[in-house]
């Protein structure tokens, strides 16, 4: 929650899979706050990525709060296969195509809750903050994407600026951002009123783990 300063949460999609479970223990040693997982179905995104046993691989080599980013179609088949591997965070999407009733969208936050896990909700670059409104009251973490959620490695949207200081004057919970995070986009985005930095290719590429944390967290 806000207060407590900037969390840093390093995209495992980056990561070197061959070497997982090292991989994760050297980010966490090296000082990420949570562990961000981009679960893929290759419907609401193209791309295909992991599933709950990569999610109860990374929860037995780690003991960071594990943020699990749903880019599904249908976010609540999956709810308990992942908490059953290990998640504490669950975040869906508001543009998901089986959650495009505010009503089903309100049950689906409220579910995730209901099932111990903080609930979280996203929107891609091309959704306006307002659709995320109604919804502030039943989620405990925004996820405000800085690039088309899919892939790794593009390039930074600058117009999720203004998006996340728009939110932040509706929203005292979490905000999360994700997509083309480094030291400079990432201070842009702290000003913005983001707490929660999420980064792949800037953790994962960079020489040292512990000094690109460092210049994240700024
Ligand atoms: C994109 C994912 C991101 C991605 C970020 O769909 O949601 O979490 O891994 O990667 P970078 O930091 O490389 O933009
Ligand atoms: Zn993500």
Partial sequence: ?????????????????????????MVQEAGADWLHVDVMDGHFVP???????????????????????LMLDRPQDYFKAFMDAGADSLTVHLEASALKEPSTLRETLESIRKIGARAGLSLRPKTAAEAMKPFLDITDLVLVMSVEPGFGGQAFIPEAIPKVRQIRGWYQGDISVDGGINAETGKLMKDAGANVLVAGTSIFRAPSYKEAIRAIRG
Avoid: W, Y
């Fill in 47 to 69: 791309n295909l990525t992991m599933g709950p046993v990569v999610v109860e691989a990374v929860r037995k080599a780690s003991r960071v709060p594990l943020d699990i980013h």
């Fill in 1 to 25: 929650m806000l207060g407590k300063g900037v969390l840093i949460s390093p995209s495992l999609l980056a990561c070197d899979f061959g070497r997982l479970k090292e991989e994760v223990q």
